[in-house]
């Protein structure tokens, strides 16, 4: 009975750990674990001798652990993906940390690379998310047979994330699409700070 238990609870774990995958993002795993996960897979190879309960007691409590550890690390932990967008197109966003949402604009002939410094440190606090304009870093390419606006962009990878309000910090051309989103769409922001960039008078989209 021992045995079994023992075996069901290290099945259970594995079936925690496997289960924090997500579809279309990749999660950068935590080094202590996989080293620890490999150490202890390349011990059970070359242990011919049938484990005892005590020593199973000792792995399950070790695979506790790292789970526990892993837990604890995923606040921090990085998700990428690409989020069609109308005309074909593509967003490539990244995403970290846990909190009130907090989408990050870059300017231009720039990309999410802008943000590198103050990525990191905003996750720590808020569910953090960058992302390359349309024609930039890693997002697809503009069409001149296609207009689209970036706002519109942002709020499609806003719905496809499903997060209803945001914090919005743009710069330089980020700060002009964040003043798009606040005359547009202020019902969609928890607040917008704009950065060498302003707002100006001029003919918005019909």
């Known amino acids: 009975v021992r045995a079994a238990l023992s075996s069901i609870s290290v099945k259970f774990i594995a079936i925690l750990l496997f289960s924090k995958q997500q579809t279309g993002r990749k999660k950068v795993q935590d080094a202590s674990l996989s080293a620890f996960l490999s150490t202890f897979a390349a011990k059970r190879k070359k242990t011919k001798e049938k484990p005892t309960f005590d020593q199973r007691m000792k792995t399950i409590l070790s695979l506790l652990v790292a789970l526990c550890l892993a837990a604890c690390t995923s606040k921090n932990e990085l998700f990428t993906g690409s989020i069609p967008v109308s005309g074909n197109g593509s967003i490539y966003y990244e995403e970290m940390g846990s909190g009130p949402t907090l989408i990050l604009l870059h300017g231009h002939s720039l990309d999410t690379r802008m943000w590198d410094e103050q990525f990191p440190v905003f996750a720590q606090d808020y569910r953090t998310i960058r992302l390359d304009f349309r024609g930039y870093g890693r997002s697809s390419e503009q ?3 296609f207009q689209h606006t970036h706002v519109d962009d942002v709020l499609a990878v ?3 994330l499903h997060i209803e309000k945001a914090h919005i910090v743009g710069l330089s051309m980020g700060s002009f699409v964040a003043g ?3 005359a547009m769409y202020p019902e969609r922001m928890l607040s917008c700070t704009l950065v060498s960039g302003g ?3 001029s003919p918005g989209p019909q």
């Open 143 to 145: 069409s001149e047979t």
């Open 158 to 160: 806003m719905d496809s």
């Open 180 to 182: 798009d989103m606040l």
């Open 199 to 201: 707002i100006r008078n």
